[in-house]
């Protein structure tokens, strides 16, 4: 009876081990502060905004994933990056951005709409993302397609590198119940900026972290650990570089939708996310290209220069496009040149989602194409601005190497 006690015991104890080993860290993250970043490279693939005034978000794609989101004008950015991490549980974490092939389309070349193709070198998934922002809100809302290729069963969770206000390193983190809301204060030209995310899928998310970068805390570090999301955080006890992940919760294809959305309070831009899930993507989308059909169909037709090829056609209309989603929505006519560097090759894509420069054919010598007429071609300087210089991928950081830029006015950005 003494050894059957003594048996019992020790397997309780076993146990008590395990259940303590397994179950996920919770409250609030401690590991202040995060470590260094930087923004992501200026070598977009994709840049667009509602063509109307009340929806004051603009985003970027770089390298197939979401780069800097600008709110509440075009020289704030609020997001680093935004993007999917996978794993199957056991053997293997992928980040979207490294561990995809990427191609770029627009469903409709009149309107700053993209579908960006993420399919994995391995080949186990494909990962389809459509962009829009909603036209009534300071929403940026994507709806995406998980697909496993391989019959396999893969986790699904959506990272995102909050850098509010322009700044990354005074930032907050937290969940709300049912999203993960970030804020951030920073002095802009001489003004003190609080700007609020929310971000919210429809799905809603089945497990959730917000921590520092780089640290423990981090979820694509807790991931790459042990291919788990070990930690549940709740909040970070300061501000810092944080970072934030929910997961998604995915069968062998499903489709979802996810709303980020912005305010001057957390009830202001918890209001735009939901509001913007509730309207749903399908009529979001058709606002959104109604307005840029409308606003296209205002101008002189394409000139018969380019209108006859698939490539300068669109060029020509992402160009015209592009001039105006530059234009301020509280000031109008007055434009923000410094965002058309920041997103300085938007691209667009043939029906065949093979990626061409959005301004043009590319010359080794910074001037327009000879093929767009007088009135496109009038500022070489301007073009330059938008089209002619490229920083290379490999100025972007490390995926080791992730967010924190100095507190310090867009304006002076390089």
């Known amino acids: 009876m003494r050894i059957w006690r003594k048996a019992r015991a020790a397997v309780l104890a076993l146990a008590l081990v395990g259940s303590t080993a397994a179950t996920p860290a919770s409250g609030t993250a401690t590991d202040c502060c995060g470590g260094p970043s930087s923004w992501t490279t200026g070598d977009k693939s994709a840049l667009g905004t509602s063509a109307t005034t009340q929806s004051p978000v603009w985003f970027t794609v770089a390298d197939g994933v979401t780069s800097e989101v600008f709110y509440p004008r075009v020289d704030v950015p609020e997001t680093q990056d935004m993007q999917y991490v996978v794993t199957d549980g056991s053997s293997f974490v992928d980040l979207e951005r490294d561990a995809t092939d990427h191609a770029v389309s627009m469903p409709d070349e009149k309107s700053l709409e993209y579908t ?3 399919t994995a070198k391995s080949g186990r998934y494909r990962i389809t993302t459509t962009y829009v ?5 300071a929403t940026l809302v994507t709806r995406t397609r998980f697909q496993a290729l391989d019959s396999g069963t893969y986790r699904l969770y959506l990272l995102a590198n909050p850098s509010m206000a322009g700044g990354a390193g005074g930032d907050t983190a937290s969940w709300d119940g049912n999203g993960l809301v970030a804020s951030g204060t920073e002095n802009l030209f001489g003004t003190t900026t609080t700007v609020v995310s929310s971000l919210r899928a429809s799905t809603g998310f089945s497990a959730h972290d917000n921590g520092y970068s780089g640290a423990a805390s981090d979820c694509l570090v807790d991931l790459r650990a042990d291919h788990r999301l070990d930690n549940g955080f ?3 006890s300061g501000a810092g570089n944080v970072v934030q992940c929910g997961q998604i919760p995915v069968a062998a294809d499903t489709t979802f939708t996810v709303a980020l959305g912005y305010g001057s309070t957390a009830q202001a831009a918890t209001s ?11 009529a979001l989308e058709a606002g959104y290209r109604t307005g840029w059909n409308s606003y296209v169909g205002s101008l002189k037709p394409a000139p018969a220069s380019v209108a006859g090829d698939q490539q300068r056609r669109r060029a020509y209309y992402v160009a015209a496009m592009a001039l105006h989603a530059a234009e301020d929505k509280t000031f109008r006519g007055a434009g923000w040149p410094g965002w058309r ?3 300085a090759t938007s691209s667009t894509a043939t029906a065949s989602a093979t990626v061409t420069t959005g301004c043009g054919v590319a010359t080794s010598t910074n001037r327009p194409p000879v093929s767009w007429p007088p009135a ?8 330059r601005s938008s089209c002619g210089t490229r920083s290379g991928s490999a100025r972007r950081p490390p995926a080791t190497a992730r967010r924190t830029r100095p507190a310090r006015s867009p304006a002076t950005a390089p």
């Open 234 to 236: 709740d909040a970070v």
């Open 133 to 137: 922002t909603d036209p009534a809100r």
């Open 341 to 343: 560097r920041r997103g």
């Open 272 to 282: 735009a996310a939901t509001g913007s899930l509730t309207a749903g993507f399908s």
């Open 116 to 118: 960006v193709t993420n």
């Open 376 to 383: 496109t071609r009038r500022s070489r300087n301007a073009w």
